[in-house]
């Protein structure tokens, strides 16, 4: 099984038992907790085929149900990534759902009623059943996320079972860096994770602009792992992001990094 997700708040057993119940999943939580990685470790676990869609605003219906194609003046249709994980009972993974527009979410809500299926009226007509045993896990990001929006009720309750995915606390995240890190440098590590934390703790009160992410804890152990001073290190990493939003945002973190790891 992949090492990837570190399971410390106990959602793997949440996806089994819904799994067993035929119940859809809805994983909601920031950026960078670790969404991806638990449900590419569960469909690895149940040894599932996973089929996966991100969602944008250039997402289409036709991503989802399929387009006719002229090939030597045959006219065809190539289902889309919905229709093919219905027929096959694949694991079908929706990441960021709440990103995508109302057309696309309305077949969506078509598919994953109680009766598993969805007629094909971009082509013959067929009404597809899904095939017994398909899975749906989906995720949403929080809507002060850029470009996120709420969930029509009626699609929020497709998904009765929920997994709140927050930032672990800070000795789990250490134990998640140092998967990808080696090296006896666990206080320094530690020291980029309460930045990271005290720059999160701002965010969700609108005194910063962006929260970091663990992918952004990684990197910075990574840069450790090279000889990068901690300081050095989280200002690349943590610091200079900031500089989009102009050098008052900048250097309130600047001034952070600086009380944290001197001057």
Known sequence: ????????????????????????????????????????????????????????????????????????????????????????GNMLYLDEINSAEADVLLRLDEALDDRRQIGLKESTGEVVKAKDGWFVIATINPLTHSGTKELPPQLLSRFPVRISMEYPPEDIELQIVKKYVSGDFDADILQGIKLANTLRQAAAVEELFYAPSMRETIAYGKLLEKGTSPKEAASIVFGNVYTQWGNIEHQKVRDIITSMFGS
């Open 1 to 88: 099984m992949s090492e990837s997700y570190l399971d410390w708040n106990n959602s793997i057993d949440i996806l089994n038992k819904a799994f067993d119940a035929n119940l859809f999943v809805l994983i909601i939580g920031p950026k960078g907790t670790g969404k991806t990685s638990l449900v590419r470790d569960f469909a690895e676990i149940k040894g599932a085929n996973l089929e996966s869609i991100n969602f944008s605003l250039r997402t289409r219906e036709s991503h989802l149900i399929g387009t006719k194609t002229l090939t030597d003046g045959t006219v065809s249709f190539d289902e889309g990534i919905l229709i093919k994980s219905m027929r096959e």
